[in-house]
């Protein structure tokens, strides 16, 4: 039977979100995700559809091929860039509907998408594609152009770094607005005592800014360097621009975003929370990943 053009595009439509979802998550960029999809639909509009037999299947190994060019491009040029690397942030406001891309998405907090883009790019696929969106092995063997068995053992091998790396859970809204919101008040203080009694004995700070915006270059590891860092930080900013600091939904966790100014950048940040206490904190200055937020 005979596809219309808008029949198409209607059925397209349906996959859309879930193909941007896993773009995402194999990239870590919103716009190479998009791209990717884009690119899928083209080819689809030269296939004829009646060859098609699960079109949520074949656009879903389409887009996994186009992301894994990215993928493996972008691992090459990470060699270089300056400090850690952080997914970009998927902003929403607080009474925004997240969307179907991160609603209910335990898998896109930033400490689980901070893990998994530590992993090689054919492991990544593999366990996204097996585990996030239960893609049988023979097709993830398709795309990465290698045996079932290989394919496998990468999903195996991201699992168990996953596991070892044990990134925290996602917490309750409610305990994460007290924790970050104790947090904030430590920083307004500006009292390094106040802000280290409210961190993880462990806490880490990772700031992405891709050596274009002030923080950290390096890991912060440890209370007392994340304290000092944090209020050095909050030093640059005045009084009135901490006024506009409001809260927001970062990857479906509560997260803060704080407008720049001439002096200083804008930036979001976000916590991830162990044992009722901020031990990751991820800074994302760097201007190229903040385009799509609405300051």
Known sequence: MTVTSTELAAEFDQHRNRLIGLGYRLTGRIADAEDAVQDAWLRLATVDRDDIRDLGAWLTTVVSRLCLDRMRSAAVQREQYVGPWLPEPLVTSLDD???????????????????????????????????????????????????????????????????????????????????????????????????????????????????????????????DKVARFAVGLMQKYDDKLLENTRLVMVNGDLGVLLPGSPEVAPRVFTLAIRDGRPAEIFDVVNPDKLTRIPW
């Open 97 to 223: 509907d997240p969307g179907d891309i991160v609603a209910g998405q335990d898998d896109l907090r930033m400490a689980a998408l901070r893990v998994l883009h530590e992993l090689p790019p054919d492991q990544r696929l593999a366990f996204v594609l097996h585990d996030g969106f239960e893609v049988p092995f023979a097709e993830i063997a398709e795309v990465l152009g290698c045996s079932v068995v290989a394919a496998r053992q990468y999903a195996s091998r991201a699992r168990r770094a996953m596991a070892d790396a044990d990134p925290p859970q996602r917490v309750p809204l409610p305990e994460q607005q007290r924790v970050v919101e104790e947090f904030l008040a430590a920083l307004a203080s500006k009292d390094v005592d106040a802000v280290a009694r409210t961190l993880h004995p462990a806490v880490v700070v990772l700031g992405d800014s891709g050596g274009k915006a002030r923080t950290a270059r390096r890991p912060v590891v440890g209370i």
